[in-house]
C-alpha cells in the first residue's frame, strides 16, 4: 500500500517539485530524502528524485527508481508521468506516450499530463491523436482562446481543414467583447483563419473574408499580399494590378510584385517593350531601386539589352558597387549576353584609363572595372584565369589594401588549383581587415581546404568566445557552424583522419536532431504568443528539415567514409599474401599514430579547460551549481566511431535520411545502392542458413536505387557501372538463391 504523507511532508513534497521545475537540483534531491527518510516508500517522491537524478545526468539509476516508485504505487499518476517523461527525455516518444496516457486514465482532469500528451503526438506527427487530446482539454477549459486555436490547428494537420475553421467560427460567435484594435492574437487568429479558407479553394469566400473582418489586422503586408494574390486568381486583372501597385510602392526591390503586376496587366512575356515600360515607370519614380533597372536585363535582347546593360553597368562601376558582377553573372547562360558585359566593362575600362584616383576613390570607376573583369574571367561559364589574374594584379597595384581584390585573387588560385596560394592570400585579405567575421570565415574555409585544419581553427577563435570551455571548437559546435564542421571533418577526411572525419558529419547529423527536438520549445509557445501561421509553417519546414544542403553533404561523405572503412576492412579479412600483410601493417601503424595524436589534443583541451575554470571567479561558478550538468563527450576524437565493426550498419542512419528527403539526387541514390549490393553480398556470409526474403528484399533495395538513378539520368557512368555490378552479385549466386533473386528482379528492373 502507498504511504501517506502528513502535513509537514506534503508541504516539503510540493518544494521537491519547485526546486525541481527552478533548476535547484541539490535543493530538491536533498528535500527528497528528507520525506524518504520517514517515507521510504512514497512512490510519488521516489519518482521525483528519480526525475531530479535523470536531470543530473544519472539515467540508469533514474530510471531504475522510477520503476521501483511504479511498484511502490502502480495507481499513481505522478508515477506514471514521471515515468513517461523520463522516456520523452530520452526519445522513447511511444512508450512515453504509453505511460502519459495511462496517467490520466488515472488522473483524467489533469491538464499538465493532457498538454504533455498533446505535445508529444504532435511531436511525432500522430494527428488523429492529437485531435484527441486537444479537444479534451478544449473541454476543460473552453474559456481559453488558445485551447480552440490549438484544435483548429489540430483539424488542419490532419487535414480536416473544414473542421479546422467551424472551430475558429465557433468561438467567435461565443465572444461577448469585442478585441481591441491592437490585440495580436485576435489579429493573427483571423488571418490564420483566412489561410483555411483559401487552403480549402474557396478563394472568393477568402477575399471577402479578407475585406471584411482582417481589414483592421496589423500584419498589413500580409493582408496585401493575399489580397493581390486572391485577384488574381480570380481574374479580377484590374484590381489586382492596383493590388500589386500598392504593393512596390511599399517596396520597389521586391521582384515577385513585379511579377505579378505583369501578369495581372496580362502583358505577353515576349513583349519586351511592354515589359520596359512597367520598370521604367518605377525606375523613374524610384530612381534609387536597383530591382526596376537589373530586372529587365532579364528578358531584353540586342541593341535594347545593350542600352540598359550599358547604363546599369556604368552607373554600378561609378559608384564602385562591390556586387555588380554578383547581380549579373545569371545573365552568362546566354552568350550574347555574356560577350555584350564583357565588351561594355572593356569599354568602360579603356574610356576611365588614366582617371584612376581622379576621384580619390581607386575601388570606383577603374578600380571596380578591374574588379569586374577579373571575376568575369574567374567565373565557369567565361574562365581565363591567366586574364583574370592580370586584371585583379592591376587592381591590387591601383589599391594594395582593398580587401575584394585579394579575396578575387585567392578564388583564382583556387581555380587553378593551388590551395596552398589560395589560402595564403585569402589569410592575407584577412589580415587588411581583422574586424570582419565574414572574411575571417573565408580566410579558415580556404585554410580548411588547404589541410591546415589547426590554423583554420585558430582563425575561427578570432571571433568566438574565449570562455567557451572546449575552446573555439566547442564554440563553433554549439553555435551549430555547420559549414565549417562540414569543411573541417573533409578536411580529415583527406589527411586519412577517419575518427575526426566522422565526427564532424556525426555532430552535424546530430544538430538537425536537435533543430527536430527544438520543436517541443514551440508547441506550447506559439499558442499562448499567437503566433499561428509561423508555426503551422514550422511544422511543415521541419517534416522536410533533411532536405537541406548542409544534411545531404555531410551526410553523403559520411556514407562514402563507411564505404571506404568496409571496403579496407574485407580488404585485410581477405590479404593472404605479403603485400596484404604490410598494408595491414601500415594501416595499423597509421591508427596507432593517430590515436596518439588525438590523445595528446583532448588531454590538452583538458589543461586548458582546468586553466580556464581555475581562473574564473568563484561567485560566477557558485551561481550556476545547480543547473544541469552539460554532457560530456566521450569520444571527442571520434575514435569509437572509426573501430565500428559494422560500417554498413552504421551507415545506414544516413542512408536512410538521404533517401527519403533527398530522393531527386542522384548522388544520393548512387551511395543508396552502394551500400545496399554490400550488405546483400556480404551481409548473409556467416548465417547457417539462408533468409530468402531477408536476402531478397535487400538485392531490391539496391535494385529501387539503380531504377531511380536511371530516371534521373540513364546516361550517368556510375548507373551503368552498378547496372553490370548487379548483375555480377546475382549470377553468383548459387542457384536456390539466383533463382528466387533473378525472378524478382526480372519482375521489378525496368528496361
Not at 516539503?12 to 519547485?18: D, E, K, M, S
Not at 492574437?185 to 479578407?210: F, M, P, V
Not at 545573365?331 to 572593356?346: G, T
Not at 591590387?396 to 592570400?425: C, W, Y
Request: with cysteine.
Amino acid at each position: 500500500m502507498p504511504q501517506t504523507l502528513s502535513t509537514r511532508e506534503a508541504n516539503l513534497f510540493r518544494t521537491v517539485i519547485r526546486h525541481y521545475e527552478d533548476k535547484q537540483y541539490k535543493r530538491g534531491l536533498k528535500a527528497a530524502e528528507q520525506i524518504l527518510k520517514k517515507n521510504p516508500r512514497h512512490g510519488d517522491t521516489m519518482s521525483m528524485k528519480a526525475l531530479i537524478m535523470n536531470s543530473q545526468g544519472k539515467t540508469e539509476e533514474a530510471f531504475a527508481l522510477a520503476k521501483e516508485a511504479l511498484t511502490v504505487d502502480m495507481k499513481s499518476h505522478i508515477c506514471w508521468h514521471v515515468y513517461g517523461i523520463l522516456y520523452r527525455q530520452h526519445k522513447n516518444f511511444d512508450e512515453a506516450i504509453k505511460a502519459y496516457k495511462f496517467a490520466l486514465k488515472l488522473e483524467p482532469e489533469s491538464q499538465q499530463i493532457q498538454r504533455d500528451l498533446a505535445v508529444l503526438q504532435v511531436q511525432i506527427r500522430d494527428y488523429q491523436g492529437y485531435v484527441q487530446s486537444r479537444f479534451a482539454m478544449l473541454k476543460a477549459k473552453p474559456h481559453l482562446r488558445q485551447n480552440w486555436t490549438a484544435l483548429a490547428i489540430a483539424y488542419q494537420l490532419e487535414g480536416s481543414l473544414e473542421q479546422a475553421e467551424n472551430i475558429l467560427t465557433t468561438y467567435e460567435k461565443s465572444m461577448t467583447n469585442v478585441p481591441l484594435k491592437t490585440d495580436q492574437e485576435h489579429s493573427e487568429a483571423l488571418l490564420y483563419k483566412n489561410t483555411i479558407i483559401a487552403e480549402r479553394g474557396d478563394i472568393q469566400r477568402a477575399l471577402e473574408h479578407l475585406d471584411s473582418d482582417c481589414k483592421n489586422c496589423l500584419d498589413r503586408l500580409a493582408v496585401m499580399e493575399m489580397r493581390a494574390r486572391y485577384l488574381g486568381q480570380l481574374n479580377r486583372k484590374e484590381e489586382a494590378a492596383k493590388a500589386w501597385r500598392a504593393l512596390l510602392d511599399r517596396n520597389p526591390e521586391h521582384p515577385e510584385y513585379y511579377k505579378g503586376l505583369i501578369e495581372a496587366l496580362e502583358i505577353d512575356e515576349k513583349d519586351e517593350a511592354a515589359l520596359k515600360a512597367i520598370y521604367d515607370e518605377y525606375a523613374a519614380k524610384y530612381p534609387r531601386s536597383d530591382a526596376a533597372k537589373r530586372l529587365p536585363l532579364n528578358f531584353l535582347t540586342g541593341d535594347d539589352f545593350k542600352a540598359a546593360a550599358k547604363s546599369y553597368l556604368t552607373n554600378m562601376l561609378d559608384r564602385g558597387v562591390p556586387s555588380v558582377f554578383a547581380n549579373l553573372k545569371h545573365l552568362y547562360s546566354d552568350v550574347a549576353k555574356k560577350e555584350a558585359i564583357l565588351a561594355l566593362a572593356e569599354e568602360y575600362l579603356k574610356e576611365h584609363k588614366g582617371s584612376e584616383q581622379a576621384n580619390g576613390d581607386s575601388s570606383k570607376g577603374v578600380g571596380a572595372a578591374l574588379y569586374f573583369l577579373a571575376q568575369h574571367y574567374n567565373y565557369h561559364l567565361s574562365r581565363d584565369l591567366a586574364k583574370a589574374m592580370e586584371y585583379v594584379e592591376q587592381a591590387i597595384e591601383l589599391d594594395p589594401k582593398n580587401v575584394d581584390f585579394h579575396m578575387t585573387k585567392a578564388r583564382i588560385f583556387k581555380h587553378q588549383g593551388d590551395t596552398a596560394k589560395a589560402s595564403e592570400t585569402m589569410d592575407r585579405a584577412r589580415s587588411l581587415d581583422t574586424k570582419d567575421r565574414y572574411i575571417n570565415s573565408k580566410a579558415a574555409k580556404y585554410q580548411l581546404r588547404n589541410n591546415e585544419n589547426e590554423k583554420a581553427l585558430e582563425t575561427m577563435g578570432l571571433f568566438t568566445r574565449a570562455e567557451t570551455v572546449g575552446g573555439p571548437l566547442a564554440d563553433l559546435t554549439d553555435m551549430q557552424c555547420m559549414w565549417f564542421l562540414t569543411e573541417d571533418g573533409e578536411a580529415w577526411q583527406r589527411r586519412g583522419n577517419t575518427g575526426l572525419a566522422l565526427k564532424r558529419f556525426t555532430t552535424i547529423h546530430n544538430i538537425f536532431d536537435i533543430w527536430q527536438e527544438d520543436q517541443f520549445d514551440f508547441h506550447s509557445f506559439s499558442l499562448r504568443k499567437g503566433q499561428i501561421r509561423a508555426y503551422v509553417d514550422m511544422i511543415r519546414w521541419e517534416d522536410s528539415i533533411r532536405e537541406h544542403p548542409f544534411y545531404f553533404r555531410a551526410a553523403l561523405d559520411a556514407v562514402k567514409l563507411y564505404l571506404d572503412m568496409f571496403e579496407k576492412q574485407q580488404a585485410s579479412a581477405n590479404g593472404t599474401n605479403g603485400t596484404g600483410e604490410a598494408t595491414n601493417g601500415e594501416d595499423a601503424a597509421e591508427k596507432k599514430k593517430a590515436a596518439k595524436k588525438a590523445r595528446k589534443e583532448a588531454q590538452k583541451a583538458e589543461r586548458e579547460a582546468a586553466e580556464k575554470a581555475a581562473k574564473q571567479d568563484p561567485n560566477k561558478a557558485t551561481a550556476k551549481k545547480d543547473e544541469e550538468p552539460k554532457k560530456k563527450d566521450d569520444d571527442p576524437n571520434g575514435l569509437k566511431l572509426a573501430a565500428t565493426t559494422d560500417p554498413l550498419g552504421d551507415a545506414m542512419k544516413f542512408v536512410n535520411n538521404i533517401l527519403q528527403f533527398s530522393p531527386k539526387n542522384i548522388e544520393g541514390q548512387i551511395a543508396g545502392f552502394d551500400v545496399y549490393i554490400r550488405r546483400s553480398k556480404f551481409g548473409c556470409s556467416s548465417c547457417a542458413r539462408f533468409l530468402t526474403n531477408k536476402f531478397t528484399e535487400k538485392y531490391l533495395l539496391a535494385l529501387r536505387c539503380l531504377n531511380a538513378a536511371q530516371a534521373l539520368n540513364p546516361e550517368h557512368p556510375r548507373v551503368k557501372e552498378q547496372f553490370a555490378e548487379l548483375q555480377k552479385a546475382v549470377e553468383s549466386l548459387d542457384d536456390a538463391q539466383s533463382a528466387k533473386v533473378k525472378e524478382v528482379l526480372k519482375a521489378k528492373f525496368t528496361s
